[in-house]
């Protein structure tokens, strides 16, 4: 049966289609343009870039200009921001090092999430709330913003100190308990849940299977998967290959009754044991910074001014009550794991502040009847506060504990260097791992210099992986390919690629990045000697200088020209970026014109049929009758060097004569003329 829409109904449906994807487009631009007017503003201020988010979904949102209305399709973009956030992580991190923290994760994370929620519970009861919604109010301000305190960590390359760890096992605690908390809400709200003998295995069997899954992705599936995406050389398809990982082990756990973060942490973990995790971060983060955007403009959307504005000392003394109560806790808990008071102060402020899936969990709360929504909106004003607060409270941590422990001495840590990894440091980043690669590592190693390689051939990256080569595959042209490699804390950068433009970038990026690395590039062509030192290279070593270079220095040797002379003229062409040899001055170079203005060398090959075949150099008395110097003979595999006058020349030699252009072309002539002659 056919069914005919009639013309006009179908103009409207389009026309009605077309309207609302010009709304969310006209949206989503005032978003971007109230954003960068902001994050302008904050550049100009120095003011961190997650507040001028803030104030522009403010200014947009409901409560302010109203400009934005389908708040449904921001929280969509916001998800997947979050979710890219987590996933970001994952890949930074790995799970050797999740290993590593799981006493941090479960029991400093534990006692985090416990204590605060206790004392908060008791605070909410002691003012008058039922334990059903005090209960609840802990739930909601024990839980920290992974998006906020890992994002400026990650930006300001900490993830790897020991408070940026510290804070991560908490908020991986977090993003853990926050499920329990969820569940628990129809109890808090009077439902009763009926618990079969099944459900407590399932929940078992499901945790297995995630684990299960996980370690078979990260040790056969991923690696594999990936290798032959790159094998392609295609950059969207492995682009798309991992956000497609992203979102599927997502999607997965979720499907499990696991939040959308935790999966795409997973995702991240997963993709972390492989050599290509460098280059998969470099090409996510673009994607996850746009959409992350949306989650912090977003947030910002849900302030009502008016709430403060009625209740103003009540909310300034909860967010600074909230800040200080849960520093003071979560130090104590990173304290308690052993960290040092320094670490103890930065790690404690970082996760202060409320986060992203106690909003979450407060819409649940709220549609359950557990909270008033007067109690909601004092609960979002106070959050909102406390995220903005945390971008100056991590900038002020590291001098507030210096503080502390310079009055009071006993709390600083003698060892204070625990308080970061064991991550490269004053290293060699190597780009490129052909001949020249291959030999300074090798050099790196011998002398004990630690060092890194980045390469974009995945064959060579397996196979030199699986030798024990810190190596791993990544496009360095992408900055944060380099910082995961360490440049701000490497001694020196040296870039051994044959793509000119990619040496370009490459240099700009890592100078961009840290003034201090010392940066050598190779370079195959005399005219990018100079636009790369100005692009911040402080070494350029062209290869056909170098070749010449090194071609006129064994002449010289040769020549008997004395090896302090050698070096003086071999020193200055490189001291001078190779301009002697670009430019060639008649001054500078005096001496090797009037070494070679009268010099020359000849190679002359012996057919079957020479009539020198068989004698000796002796016997042809070739330097006294011609004036030319036998230097060397070229014999099958081998070279005689300044050959014995006894030795008998036989087919195929190949001789090496120096000496004025007149004496090499009449010894040519004698020695090739055949036995008929």
């Known amino acids: 049966m056919t069914v005919f829409i009639p013309l006009e109904r179908n103009i409207i449906f389009r026309r009605n289609f077309m309207h609302a994807e010009l709304v969310i487009l006209q949206e989503i631009a005032i978003i971007f343009g109230l954003s960068a007017a902001a994050l302008f503003i904050c550049a100009k201020l120095k003011i961190p870039t997650i507040i001028g ?27 997947i921001g979050v979710v890219l956030l987590l996933f970001t992580i994952g890949v930074e991190f790995s799970i050797k090092s999740i290993i590593r923290i799981k006493k941090a994760i479960f029991f400093g994370g534990g006692i985090q999430v416990a204590v605060t929620a206790a004392i908060v519970t008791g605070i909410a009861y002691a003012s008058g709330a039922n334990w059903e919604m005090a209960v609840f109010i802990g739930f909601l301000i024990a839980i920290s913003s992974t998006a906020i305190v890992l994002k400026l960590m990650q930006a300001r390359g900490e ?27 129809p109890l808090l709200a009077g439902e009763y849940l009926e618990i079969d003998q099944q459900s407590i295995p399932l ?12 370690f078979v992705a990260a040790r056969w599936g991923v690696p594999a998967l990936l290798h032959q995406v790159v094998r392609t050389r295609d950059k969207e398809l492995f682009l798309l290959t991992v956000v497609m990982i992203c979102f599927v082990v997502a ?8 939040s959308l973060a935790l999966g795409a942490f997973v995702a991240g973990l997963i993709i972390s044991e492989s050599e290509y995790s460098h280059h998969a971060l470099g090409n996510i983060l673009p994607f996850r910074d746009v959409f992350l955007s949306f989650f912090f403009v977003s947030i910002g959307m849900l302030f009502n001014i008016a709430t403060v504005l009625e209740n103003p000392l009540f909310v300034i003394g909860a967010t600074i009550a909230v800040l200080v109560g849960k520093a003071l806790i979560a ?44 109690i909601y909106q004092i609960f979002l004003a106070i959050s909102i506060f406390t995220m ?10 590291p001098n507030l504990a210096r503080r502390i422990t310079a009055r009071f001495p006993s709390l600083a840590s003698d060892d204070e260097a625990k308080q970061t990894t064991d991550a490269l440091k004053d290293h060699i980043i190597i780009v490129g791992y052909g001949v020249n690669g291959r030999n300074l590592a090798t050099a790196a190693k011998d002398g004990g210099i630690p060092y ?13 992986r699986e030798k024990g080569i810190p190596i791993a595959f990544g496009d360095a042209t992408q900055p944060m390919v380099l910082e995961d490699a360490g440049i701000k804390r490497a001694r020196a950068l040296v870039v051994v690629i044959s793509d000119a433009s990619a040496t370009r970038r490459i240099t700009e990026a890592a100078r961009s990045l840290c003034r201090t690395v010392h940066i050598v590039v190779r370079t195959r062509f005399v005219t990018e000697v100079e636009p790369l030192l100005q692009l911040g290279a402080d070494e350029v070593v062209p290869e056909e200088f170098e070749t010449s270079v090194e071609i006129f220095t064994r002449v010289l040797h040769f020549y008997h020209v004395p090896e302090r002379d050698i070096s003086e003229v071999t020193g200055r062409i490189r001291d001078g970026h190779y301009s002697m040899l670009r430019a060639p001055s008649e001054k500078k170079n005096a001496m090797l014109a009037g070494v070679f203005s009268t ?28 004036g030319a110097t036998l230097l060397a003979i070229r014999r099958d595999e081998n070279t005689i060097i300044n050959p014995p006058p006894d030795t008998a020349l036989e087919s195929d030699d190949t001789l090496v004569f120096i000496g004025e252009p007149g004496s090499l072309a009449s010894v040519s002539d004698f020695l090739l003329q055949s036995q008929d002659v």
């Open 53 to 79: 988010f803030l104030v522009a979904g403010m200014a947009a949102g409901p409560h302010g200009f109203g400009l934005v209305r389908d708040t449904e399709s921001l929280e969509l973009l916001a998800e």
């Open 159 to 185: 993830m790897e100190s020991a408070h940026g760890q510290t804070a991560l096992a908490f908020a991986i605690f977090q993003d853990i308990i926050v499920i329990p908390m969820m569940l628990s809400v």
């Open 203 to 214: 929940a078992i069997g499901i945790g297995v299977a995630v684990i299960v899954f996980m």
């Open 251 to 258: 999607l997965i756990t979720s499907s499990l009754g696991l």
């Open 331 to 374: 130090g104590l808990a990173s304290f308690s794991l052993g960290r040092s008071f320094h670490t103890s102060v930065i790690a404690g402020l970082g996760v202060s502040q409320v986060g992203e899936f106690s909003f979450i969990l407060a819409v649940l709360g709220l549609n359950a009847g557990v909270i008033t929504s007067d």
């Open 388 to 397: 903005g607060a945390t971008p100056f409270l991590l900038n002020a941590a």
């Open 452 to 464: 890194t390689v980045l390469e974009m051939n995945p064959d060579t990256v397996r196979d030199e």
């Open 599 to 626: 010099i020359d060398t000849a190679t002359i090959r012996l057919d079957a049929d020479c009539h020198v075949i068989g004698q000796s150099i002796r016997g042809l008395d070739l330097r006294k009758k011609y």
